[in-house]
């Protein structure tokens, strides 16, 4: 997995890529003219136009009326307001293994019927089988994933300072000065979206912990007083707790929205108010919408190693039916085969770990080899810890670990009080 650290996203096309190529019909569907679907993601701007896409082939094959709804960040609370109401969407794309776990224990997931599992078992690897399933049953298809160990950075901001690609932590912090020192703030941090803080600390710790004590902590069979989450929340304290190191200090950082931490290093590509931002490959989107060129402006380095190995965390969307009706199975079933990936993917900004697919549908080499060291990496990669917990902790706004690691940007010199405060919350999220 260390190759799919190696990377420079891009979303143009070259190399004779397949781009606006139709894509391969390898899978039947039913007709369901006159049914109508409704399907529910996080997705916006470009994302959201580039999953459309892929609900009009569906539409177009199949007669099927399809519509999009924003869920928002927090999708537990979003399909439990509409489950109350007794209006589901009919098929939801989750990004917390945790939040399909509790749709499963709940009833409200359906398990995959015959033609959506059979394109599951044959195009993806036990891995991500076993994380779209509860209990043994297979409820979801992982449509859409990602690599969150990637850097991106201004190059001309870079240039200027004469920094260089880090390899190590240490590197980062000196990097990091160096661009401080030239005038520009040198890491932009999403922190109003608690998420991307977690996924700074997932990477930390899997990299100086280790996978064991990765696996243990994200099934709660350690504290998090346990002294590698001390060491961990010490390290990014070097960074988040340094003076001149975020844009716009800590509390600008908190005030500071995803979108709009990347447009603070790209926005203006010549005078950015970041050199550096930390996030997936899908960053690749954003950076387009900010206006800069991927490759040229922007590029991008694997998170450092902050202890012996350099981390690879991924991150996914999996597709879950809330409807158990022929029209929702069939979408799954679209979604679970390379015809449904091979549209994303030559639209930029995505990675699929369906086997089947076709490499040249990506639109560029970068793409295809971050497409292709997934793949080859099998079962051996580490899933998004926040994402594996309950909801309630690692899944919703304002509470649980997005809160806590707000609470930490905030003040970085109170490590005991946040592992106090996280272990209290996941304590009650786990139960145990």
Same mark, same amino acid.
């Given at each position: 997995?260390?190759?799919?650290?190696?990377? %420079?996203?891009?979303?143009?096309?070259?190399?004779?890529?397949?781009?606006?190529?139709?894509? $391969?019909?390898?899978?039947?569907? $039913?007709?369901?003219?006159?049914? &109508?679907?409704? %399907?529910?993601?996080?997705?916006?701007?470009?994302?959201?136009?580039?999953?459309?896409?892929?609900?009009?082939?569906?539409? &177009?094959?199949?007669?099927?009326?399809?519509?999009?709804?924003?869920? #928002?960040?927090?999708?537990?609370?979003?399909?439990?307001?509409?489950?109350?109401?007794?209006? $589901?969407?009919?098929?939801?794309?989750? /990004?917390?293994?945790?939040?399909?776990?509790?749709?499963?224990?709940?009833?409200?997931? =359906?398990?995959?019927?015959?033609?959506?599992?059979?394109?599951?078992?044959?195009?993806?690897?036990?891995?991500?089988?076993?994380?779209?399933?509860?209990?043994?049953?297979?409820? /979801?298809?992982?449509?859409?994933?990602?690599?969150?160990?990637?850097?991106?950075?201004?190059?001309?901001?870079?240039?200027?300072?004469?920094?260089?690609?880090?390899?190590?932590?240490?590197?980062?912090?000196?990097?990091?000065?160096?661009?401080? !020192?030239?005038?520009?703030?040198?890491?932009?941090?999403?922190?109003?979206?608690?998420?991307?803080?977690?996924?700074?600390?997932?990477? %930390?710790?899997?990299?100086?912990? #280790?996978?064991?004590?990765?696996?243990?902590?994200?099934?709660?069979?350690? =504290?998090?007083?346990?002294?590698?989450?001390?060491?961990?929340?010490?390290?990014?304290?070097?960074?988040?707790?340094?003076?001149?190191?975020?844009?716009?200090?800590?509390?600008?950082?908190?005030?500071?929205?995803?979108?709009?931490?990347?447009?603070?290093?790209?926005?203006?590509?010549?005078?950015?108010?970041?050199?550096? %931002?930390?996030?997936?490959?899908?960053?690749?989107?954003?950076?387009?919408?900010?206006?800069?060129?991927?490759?040229?402006?922007?590029?991008?380095?694997?998170?450092?190693?902050?202890?012996?190995?350099?981390?690879?965390?991924?991150?996914?969307?999996?597709?879950?039916?809330?409807?158990?009706?022929?029209?929702?199975?069939?979408?799954?079933?679209?979604?679970?085969?390379?015809?449904?990936?091979?549209?994303?993917?030559?639209?930029?900004?995505?990675?699929?770990?369906?086997?089947?697919?076709?490499? =040249?549908?990506?639109?560029?080499?970068?793409?295809? !080899?971050?497409?292709?060291?997934?793949?080859?990496?099998?079962?051996?990669?580490?899933?998004?810890?926040?994402?594996?917990?309950?909801?309630?902790?690692?899944?919703?706004?304002?509470?649980?670990?997005?809160?806590?690691?707000?609470?930490?940007?905030?003040? $970085?010199?109170?490590?005991?009080?946040?592992?106090?405060?996280?272990?209290?919350?996941?304590?009650?999220?786990?139960?145990?």
């Amino acid at each position: 997995m260390a190759a799919l650290g190696l990377t %420079v996203a891009g979303c143009g096309s070259e190399d004779g890529a397949q781009a606006g190529s139709a894509p $391969p019909t390898t899978v039947e569907l $039913p007709r369901l003219s006159g049914q &109508k679907l409704q %399907v529910a993601a996080v997705w916006t701007g470009t994302e959201q136009a580039n999953f459309t896409k892929v609900l009009d082939e569906f539409e &177009k094959r199949t007669g099927a009326e399809v519509s999009f709804v924003p869920s #928002g960040d927090d999708m537990s609370a979003f399909v439990g307001s509409k489950i109350a109401g007794g209006q $589901p969407p009919d098929v939801a794309l989750v /990004g917390q293994v945790g939040v399909l776990r509790e749709f499963a224990e709940k009833g409200w997931a =359906k398990p995959l019927g015959p033609e959506a599992k059979a394109q599951l078992e044959k195009n993806f690897s036990p891995g991500w089988q076993d994380l779209g399933s509860h209990e043994g049953t297979r409820y /979801g298809v992982y449509f859409k994933v990602s690599n969150k160990s990637l850097i991106w950075y201004n190059t001309a901001a870079f240039e200027y300072a004469g920094a260089k690609e880090p390899k190590t932590w240490r590197e980062l912090l000196d990097q990091a000065q160096l661009i401080s !020192d030239s005038g520009t703030d040198p890491v932009s941090v999403g922190g109003a979206d608690g998420w991307t803080l977690t996924d700074w600390f997932e990477n %930390v710790y899997l990299s100086q912990a #280790g996978p064991e004590k990765y696996d243990q902590l994200a099934q709660h069979k350690i =504290k998090w007083t346990d002294p590698s989450v001390t060491r961990a929340l010490e390290t990014l304290a070097e960074l988040w707790g340094r003076k001149g190191m975020l844009a716009g200090g800590r509390s600008g950082a908190l005030q500071t929205a995803f979108p709009d931490s990347v447009t603070k290093a790209f926005g203006n590509a010549a005078e950015p108010e970041a050199g550096m %931002v930390f996030e997936g490959d899908f960053v690749a989107a954003n950076v387009t919408d900010a206006g800069a060129e991927l490759g040229a402006e922007a590029q991008v380095f694997p998170f450092p190693a902050v202890g012996e190995k350099a981390p690879v965390v991924t991150g996914g969307d999996v597709a879950v039916a809330l409807r158990d009706s022929k029209a929702a199975q069939a979408l799954l079933t679209f979604l679970a085969s390379p015809d449904a990936a091979h549209i994303w993917a030559q639209a930029g900004g995505y990675v699929s770990a369906n086997k089947a697919l076709d490499v =040249k549908a990506y639109p560029n080499a970068q793409f295809r !080899d971050i497409a292709t060291a997934l793949i080859a990496a099998g079962d051996d990669f580490r899933f998004d810890m926040s994402d594996q917990a309950p909801a309630a902790f690692g899944g919703k706004p304002a509470q649980g670990e997005w809160k806590a690691l707000q609470d930490f940007l905030k003040n $970085p010199r109170d490590v005991a009080g946040i592992q106090r405060q996280l272990e209290a919350d996941a304590a009650k999220a786990y139960q145990n």
